[in-house]
């Protein structure tokens, strides 16, 4: 996915004093020598025409910097000075404080700089802070509205061809044949997969949209969802012709379902309801300010995926809805790899645990576990 940089960024320079070409330099924390950037296209219009440099004040180090290629060789996404975000008003201490308690984050409305761009190398790119001093040189050219519109549609549409790379969506040749029959474990397999690299990006396009007035047109073209954008378009001609949604019993909501749409008369499968159970009793007994890649991260955050994974897989619902034996199968499959990984993350925290009680009560998470992923295997078993 993208590569966010701008917590490395010790200084840069943009440069868009040549029409419909933008270079740059960006010096990172713990590297000698600077990225250098290539790019077709223009800033928007508070930068075409400038040279913009910016500096960060309290640099941190990039793990993976030295993946990212010297020659950052491509084409220009949005580049602005001015793009508005809501920015926190407290510190990460305190931000992370009002996370754990649940309370509202005080924030304001600042300028934000927001620098992207899709290399040949490393694809998308992103520098996006508003704690950066920054020093803008006077227009070379100007930019018109037009002009700037014609840019930014440039960019989503960027953003859409690197979208549809992610993704990697099968062939619809093939989706049409599949849907004849019924797929097995390894189709489901595939296509479960393909869904995973929809949700994570997805949540790339959320966060650079979410505070987009057209957020949802822009999420929908640059998804690729152009059956959504017809859908939009219709509902607003619509509000503009006064259509009346309550008259339209179509649009009926039904007292039996919950604000997701699904209907709430189901019984929880015995083995989901008990995996549900274990991840709560986690949650309950290891620390909650506990970051990834930590022993209580990752147990905490596989059993969620399990008892989260159970519960569409086993789904008894009143509608008289059952999934197939192939996804339910490689459903089943994932979740034993993530009771793995959990076993292994409550051995740990088991082996560094000091009060006889804690560890006494890992060990019969660890115990509960292992009689749920008994109980996946014999479903397994029994579906094949």
Same mark, same amino acid.
Not at 93 to 121: A, C, G, H, V
Not at 126 to 149: K, R
Not at 331 to 336: M, P
């Given at each position: 996915?993208?590569?966010r940089i701008?917590?490395a ?10 029409e419909g070409?933008?270079?740059g ?9 600077p990225?250098?950037?290539s790019?077709n ?11 913009l ?8 180090a990039?793990?993976?910097s030295?993946?990212?290629d $010297? ?7 949005? +580049?602005t ?7 926190p008003t ?8 009002l ?12 300028n ?8 040949e190398?490393?694809g998308?790119?992103?520098i996006?802070s ?8 006077p227009h070379?050219?100007?930019m018109?509205?037009?002009?700037e519109?014609?840019?930014k ?5 960027? $953003?859409?061809?690197? +979208?549809?790379?992610?993704i990697g969506r099968?062939?619809?040749?093939g989706?049409d044949?599949n849907?004849?029959?019924?797929l097995?474990?390894y189709?489901?397999e ?5 869904s ?6 997805y ?7 979410v ?8 999420e ?16 607003d001609?619509a ?6 949604y ?8 039904d007292?039996?379902e ?15 309801a ?5 991840? $709560?009793?986690?949650?309950?007994l290891?620390?909650?300010d ?21 519960a569409?897989?086993?789904y ?11 996804f339910?199968?490689?459903i ?8 793995n ?5 409550c051995q740990l925290?088991i082996e ?6 804690r ?7 660890r ?7 008994d109980?996946?295997?014999e $479903? ?5």
């Amino acid at each position: 996915m993208a590569w966010r940089i701008e917590d490395a960024v010790v200084q840069g320079e943009i440069d868009n004093t040549v029409e419909g070409h933008t270079t740059g330099h960006i010096w990172l924390l713990d590297r000698d020598e600077p990225l250098i950037l290539s790019l077709n296209g223009d800033c928007w219009r508070d930068l075409a025409g400038t040279r913009l440099q910016f500096e960060n004040p309290a640099p941190k180090a990039l793990p993976d910097s030295e993946s990212l290629d $010297m020659d950052q060789l491509g084409i220009i996404g949005d +580049m602005t000075a001015s793009l508005r975000r809501r920015v926190p008003t407290v510190d990460e201490e305190e931000l992370q404080d009002l996370f754990d308690l649940k309370q509202e984050i005080p924030f304001e409305w600042r300028n934000t700089l927001y620098l992207e761009w899709f290399s040949e190398i490393n694809g998308r790119v992103v520098i996006e802070s508003a704690n950066f001093a920054l020093t803008i040189s006077p227009h070379e050219w100007e930019m018109d509205e037009d002009a700037e519109n014609a840019q930014k549609l440039a960019n989503m549409n960027s $953003m859409r061809d690197f +979208m549809a790379q992610v993704i990697g969506r099968s062939e619809s040749q093939g989706a049409d044949q599949n849907a004849a029959t019924e797929l097995d474990e390894y189709a489901w397999e595939e296509r479960l997969k393909e869904s995973d690299r929809l949700t994570e990006a997805y949540q790339e396009v959320l966060e650079k949209y979410v505070e987009d007035v057209d957020c949802e047109q822009k999420e929908a073209f640059v998804m690729g969802w152009d059956g959504l954008l017809d859908a939009l378009a219709d509902q607003d001609e619509a509000d503009e012709e006064g259509f009346d949604y309550e008259s339209d019993e179509s649009l009926e909501y039904d007292e039996d379902e919950d604000e997701d749409g699904f209907s709430s008369k189901r019984d929880d499968h015995p083995l989901q309801a008990k995996a549900q159970e274990l991840a $709560m009793r986690a949650m309950d007994l290891v620390e909650r300010d506990a970051g990834p890649g930590t022993p209580a991260y990752q147990l905490v955050n596989n059993l969620l995926q399990v008892s989260g994974k159970l519960a569409g897989a086993l789904y008894e619902g009143s509608d008289g809805y059952e999934p197939e034996t192939g996804f339910v199968l490689a459903i089943l499959k994932r979740c034993l790899n993530w009771l793995n990984e959990a076993v292994g993350a409550c051995q740990l925290l088991i082996e560094l645990e000091r009060d006889p009680e804690r560890q006494a009560a890992l060990e019969q998470l660890r115990s509960s576990a292992f009689e749920i992923r008994d109980g996946i295997v014999e $479903m397994r078993r029994e579906l094949k």
